[in-house]
């Protein structure tokens, strides 16, 4: 009997890079290999790597030290935004076999592939295509990422993004919606939009929005997420297509201040004005919409009247999450040659300040949907008959039922909330 | 007939100063494509540090003219002026939507508002449009840095000075739109300094321009 080569792949980092990896493990188990456990030996290491912090480079080097001690013959090939930012430095390390940029990382099986055929290639000889991953399986998430965009033009004075991701390019129509007709094939009840800025996409004269709609067009019983959106990637129209019944009621939307003076600093394309009259534009139109968030705290020059202005707006605007990040010196972005770094204690103390605000609102949040109805795609039934999963305003709901079936719809009504570590809803089903 | 690698290669035509500080770096356009309000980044090598700065020659030439103002203890400003023709350079980009949604044709009258060096996109706006509808007002310290005044036909370019006596309008450029009566636009475009353009949008904003009709980017 052969035995299958085994492959263990690591992400760190954003949706997008999950969706890389998933993509990743299909074309792997499609080419024969096995997808190793998290604690199993590995033939090959796969680390998809994130540079968006410093605290990220850290983690990354962190993941690949321990995967490549843990399999000391194994394959280690490293990829992701770290891989363009620190290319020949990685190249350097012995216990490195592969360094594979962003815009290859989709021939990644291929390149190991001919490894094991003894064709030793080097990954600047791979093809460029950063949209030539698999439509990812079934069997390992109940909602899967499309990725319709790459890369970034907006060079944000604190990012080093378009560095690693490049200019952006976007993904012809037609490819959009066969891998959206493919993943539902593949039995996906949720897909989620996904690309570095996806606001910015444009294909032959379709923009976001028109992309959008053409999904919400194709037939099946499904839904819709948008992950991570800019501002200033729609227009004022846009909540009129969350009257579609497949598009889900939630989005991501990057504040990452709620000073004026630190968003003109930061290079972000609007105001928070204009972000205040989207945040109402969409409730006046869906009441429970909602909303969650990117903060950056101690970005250079950023006052405790700065930030007080983002607090007082994070208030006002109700986010239920908001992922808050440490402002964090890029080599190479205009931000890191600003006057007036903050120090590190006073970041702490105002992530903290954040964080506290996060779960207050979380809780407020929570709480205002007691006694509604959401459509939960349950992710799994545990031995006691509760189902898990999330409704379509991207809450967590948990709720009693007969059938262990997963991957399936359920409407419920909102009884109680629960809190603690993992605070969710409980419901019934109606 | 120029070689494939030739296409890529950017190499120094020409360096005009405009005053003490300041000038204007012409090099050949190769292929590149943009519109006016993009910028580039230049290095003098493809590995060294590469600044950003925004095009203000129009899109029809066979050149590309970037605004330049050396800064003090600068890596790249002044390194670039002493530059001869025929040197290379490391282009990246374009990049940027800063007046993309500025339609000329469309007889919309535009408010251009500059402080200093600030002035470059819309000087490629106007060098591509010479028949657009706009009204520039140029915030500046001394006359000195009116930078191609000459270029902008009397009516459409306005200084405001806040030193010495020779702008059309000795003051700041904010209290000058504080005091003045400018013909309302439909779109208003804010370029140069993070202060001035912060205390810009409030004065507009309170002269009743929506956050939609007011676009800005930021000089550093």
Known sequence: MQVLRKVSLKTLGCRLNQYETDALVTSF??????????????????????????????KSRHTINHAAAKNKNGLVVVTG?????????????????????????????????????????????LDRDRFGFDAVQKSFHTRTSIKIQDGCDNFCTFCIIPSVRGRAISRPVNDVLENVKSVLDNGFKEIVITGVNIGRYE????????????????????????????????????????????????????????????????????????????????????????FTTDIIVGFPGETEEDFKHTLDFAREARFSHIHTFRYSKRTGTRAERMPVQVPGPV???????????????????????????????????????????????????KFKTGNREKNRFEQVAIESMVAGEDTYLFATII | MKTIEEVDQYVVKDIRDLNESTYVLRFNRGIMEFKPGQHVNIGINEKGEHREYSIYSGTHGDY???????????????????????D?????????????????????????????????????????????????????????????????????????????????????????????????????????????????????????????????????
Request: aromatic share 10%; net charge negative; with cysteine.
């Open chain 1, 29 to 58: 188990h499609k080419a024969g290999y096995e997808i190793a456990g998290s604690e199993d030996q590995a033939d090959v290491t796969v680390i998809n790597t994130c540079t968006v912090t410093n605290q990220s480079d850290q």
């Open chain 1, 81 to 125: 935004c770290m891989a363009d930012n620190y290319k020949e430095k990685l190249e350097q390390q012995e216990q490195i076999t592969y360094v594979v940029e962003n815009d290859r990382k989709s021939q990644i099986v291929s390149l190991v592939d001919s490894h094991f055929a003894g064709e030793i290639t080097h990954p600047d000889k």
């Open chain 1, 203 to 290: 294909h032959e004269g379709i923009h976001f929005e028109q992309l959008l709609e053409k999904i919400l067009e194709v037939p099946g019983d499904f839904r819709v997420r948008i992950s991570s959106l800019e501002p200033d990637g729609f227009g004022d129209d846009f909540h009129k297509l969350f009257a579609h019944p497949k598009l889900t009621p939630h989005l991501h939307l990057c504040l990452q201040s709620g000073s004026e003076n630190i968003l003109l600093k930061m290079r972000r394309m609007y105001s928070v004005q204009h972000f205040r009259e989207t945040i109402e534009r969409f409730r006046s139109a869906i009441p429970d919409f909602n």
């Open chain 1, 347 to 397: 970041m702490a103390r105002r992530s903290e300040k954040i964080r506290l605000l996060s779960e207050r609102s979380r809780m407020e949040y929570f709480e205002s949907m007691h006694g509604k109805e959401q459509r939960v795609l349950i992710e799994k039934v545990d031995e006691n008959g509760i189902a898990s999963g999330y409704g379509e305003n991207y809450i967590p709901v």
């Open chain 2, 64 to 86: 590309v003219e970037v605004l330049i103002k050396e800064v003090d203890d600068g890596l790249v400003s002044r390194r670039l002026r002493k530059l001869k023709p025929g």
């Open chain 2, 88 to 220: 290379q350079l490391s282009i990246r980009g374009p990049f940027g939507f800063f007046l993309a949604d500025a339609k000329p044709a469309s007889n919309e009258r535009l408010l251009f508002v500059a402080s200093g060096t600030g002035i470059a996109p819309f000087h490629s706006f106007m060098r591509t449009f010479p028949e657009a509808d706009y009204r520039l007002i140029h915030g500046i310290r001394n006359i000195d840095e009116a930078y191609d005044k000459d270029h902008y036909k009397e009516s459409r370019y306005f200084s405001c000075t806040s030193r010495g006596n020779r702008g059309d309008y000795n003051g700041r450029l904010t209290d000058y739109l504080l005091e003045a009566e400018e013909e309302k636009a439909e779109k208003v475009y804010l370029c140069g300094n993070s202060s001035m353009i912060y205390d810009a949008m409030d004065i507009l904003r309170a002269q009743g321009y929506r956050h939609d009709q007011i676009f800005t980017e930021v000089y550093f």
